[in-house]
């Protein structure tokens, strides 16, 4: 994929941007936040697109804002969209980024690349020596 144009991007958070440990929040998977902070930076849209409501809810993005992403919009199409019964409640989207996909989520790295068509540029932690490290 080459998108050119500014997308509009909808990701699920349990399960995708952290570990499934609904109603708790999982720890953040490896490069999620780095690959949607860099999305946003790239002038795509984020949504917020989550089975969560409520006091679950609010975590959910406040936890995403200590983390850096304010979403374009939460589990709606745009900030402003008000839902009733005779709507539709699908969001529109370019693209849906969800651990539900047939094949599961990818790796974040290979998301963006995906997405931009470029190699992500992202700092990859050093690991620790083992313990066997020593004896060689």
């Known amino acids: 994929m080459n998108f050119h144009d500014k997308l509009i991007i909808a990701i699920d958070f349990d399960g995708t941007i952290v570990e499934d440990g609904y109603p708790s929040i999982g720890k953040p998977r490896i490069f999620a936040f780095e690959t949607l902070r860099k999305l946003q930076e790239n002038g795509h ?7 969560r409501s409520g006091n679950r809810l609010e975590e ?13 919009a939460i ?7 008000q839902f009733d019964t005779t709507k539709s409640r699908k969001i529109y989207a370019d693209l849906f980024i969800d ?5 599961g989520v990818l790796g974040w790295g ?5 997405i931009t068509n470029e190699i992500p ?3 990859i932690p050093k690991r620790k020596k083992g ?5 060689k």
């Open 45 to 51: 849209r984020l949504i917020l697109w989550t089975y």
């Open 60 to 72: 959910a993005v406040a936890f995403c804002n200590e983390n850096g992403i304010e979403f374009y």
């Open 75 to 81: 589990n709606k199409s745009f900030e402003e969209e």
């Open 99 to 103: 651990d539900r996909n047939i094949g």
């Open 110 to 114: 290979e998301i963006y690349q995906m």
């Open 121 to 123: 540029k992202m700092k």
């Open 131 to 135: 313990f066997f490290s020593f004896f």
